[in-house]
């Protein structure tokens, strides 16, 4: 008995390690593509030119919405390219974080098709914004 209860505890013990270990990686997923979409939402916020805004908030947002996600380009660039299915998709158990991350992706994706330079820059710097404020809510530095 005491033999059966110890495989069961082993076991469960295991199980619950394994599901916090893959609920890590998901979650470190998701942190790797908001660092890298903040950093392009940067340089879009820094560019000069409209088409190098448009081009860098594409860039953040096939990293936030991954490479099934709506308004995923596969002709831009995915620096996100094997960190994970999308930092909205990998980002598990924390709701607003999530719902934040939803919002930028919708202002990137109008700052994708903006033609007014001063227009996509703003929008632009509130895509930064709104990634650094998931990131902290999502207990990431």
Known sequence: MRRQLSIRLGFSFTLAMGLFASGFVYASHGTKEIDTAIEH???ASD???VNQIQ??????LNCLVGEQGEGYDASAVNPCKGMGQ???????????????LEQAA??????????SEDAAEEIAEAVEELLEEAKQQSGGS
């Not at 081009?55 to 953040?60: D, E, F, G, S, Y």
């Not at 999308?86 to 934040?100: L, P, W």
Request: charged letters at 20%; proline letters at 0%; zero cysteines.
């Open 47 to 49: 560019a000069d030119r």
């Open 55 to 60: 081009a860098h908030l594409q860039h953040a």
């Open 106 to 115: 919708a202002l990137a994706r109008i700052g994708t098709q903006v033609k």
């Open 41 to 43: 939402a940067s340089l």
């Open 86 to 100: 999308g930092a909205i998709n990998d980002m598990h158990g924390d709701d607003s974080a999530t719902r934040m």
